[in-house]
């Protein structure tokens, strides 16, 4: 008889990669992968950039770029960093730079000073002769300032002079590859070779991070797999463009989700289009629960809910789980600091007696709410002893009081003496 195969339990070891700091946050090295995100309102309006600025790091954002497309918008910059030092808002701000940055950051020495890190992408930095010399003026702000700098490459504005260079040594071969491959690979070599530049200019590799965005999330596999082969750089990952709605959410974590179970990947961003009116922090809080739902890291207390079916006509227990998440979610900033460690209790919200008792003991608060002709009580188990029935109108109330009650009990910081 065969012996049975074993199966590895949870993520392969993280590749190790150099560590950069971005303004007290660690990026790289063993340190915990990095939940980033970016604005998306006018950076030349300081007041409107400030809040999302401020909605994005409450929501658990530990970096946040902007753009800095302007005049006027690298002048708001140290507007901006200072009106969030004075709020408490201790986030570090990234400069996204296009085409003009190395005159941006000429011409506002405050703004090259008050950033914590500058975006740089290699495929639009300057064309024809000026690339060479914009992408060094830049490198060259960074040693100036201090400053680390992402090397981030992206499909939709690949080097084209890079791509023609490998399209045409692509066509030298005995046996060419295709045009997905050599894509791919300028991809890659236009963030490889530009960060040999960048230390070939004296800019530190521990101040360098690289990123290579697609938008295909095979695409972005392999390209990040082959980044991660070739450099020890530490590494954004993202996918480009991931889309609107679950459509983005469903891609970017089929993606990003691969690569970081394979320990590829120090610091995420998740690139979705809000759907109107939808707050920007949406995209925060999918970074964080990819990271979580994988073991990478823990924000948050996580709720488990069935999905509800015939047994069940009642949508009270949707409704209960929505109110336990957001409860959760909206007191962890507080708990962060009075009750440490909160972050790490599960929950269960179920709607029958199938499921609902086994699911609930697993968790460290579950309650299992009746489902059709079920007796009209709802057990409630507190690290998987049955310890009181909830009935009425009042369940939704009482159990999230029973969940203070248990954080309190559970997590309360030692006060010093
Ligand atoms: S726990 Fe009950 S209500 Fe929920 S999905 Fe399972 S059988 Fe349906």
Known sequence: ???????????????????????????????????????????ADVASTTRQVADLWRAGSELVRVTVNTAEAAAAIPRIVEK????????????????NGHTLLANEPACAQALAKYRINPGNVGFGKKKDTQFAQLIEFAIRYGKPVRIGANWGSLDQALAARLMDENAQRAEPWDAGRVMREALILSALESAQR??????????????????????????????????????????????????????????????????????????????PGASRT?????????????????????????????????????ELAKVVQEHVRGKMPEWKISHPGAENMTLAVMGCVVNGPGESRHANIGISLPGTGEAPSAPVFVDGEKTVTLRGDNIAYEF??????????????ARPD
Do not use: W
Request: charged content about 20%.
């Open 198 to 275: 960048a230390v070939e200019l004296g800019l530190p590799a521990e101040r360098i991070i690289l990123s290579a965005k697609v938008s295909g999330v095979q695409e972005l596999v392999a390209v990040y797999r082959d980044l991660s082969a070739r450099s020890d750089f530490a590494l954004h990952l993202g996918l480009t463009e991931a889309g609107i709605g679950s459509k983005g959410i469903v891609a970017s974590s089929a993606a990003l989700g691969v690569l970081l179970q394979e320990g590829i990947g120090d610091t995420i961003r998740i690139s979705l289009t809000p759907e």
């Open 84 to 99: 969030l030092d004075m709020m408490g808002v201790r986030v570090p701000i990234i400069g996204d730079f296009h085409y």
């Open 282 to 318: 949406q995209e925060v809080i999918v970074a964080q629960e990819l990271l979580q739902t994988m073991g990478l890291r823990a924000f948050t207390p996580m709720v488990t809910a069935c999905p509800g079916c015939g047994r069940t006509t009642s949508e009270f227990f949707q």
């Open 1 to 43: 008889m065969n012996a049975p195969a074993t199966h590895r339990f949870g993520p392969e070891p993280r590749h190790v990669t150099r560590q950069v700091e971005i303004g007290g946050v660690k990026v790289g090295g063993g340190a915990p992968v990095v939940v980033q995100s970016m604005t998306n309102t006018d950076t």
């Open 400 to 413: 999230v009081a029973l969940i203070d009650d248990y954080v309190e009990t559970r997590y309360r910081a």
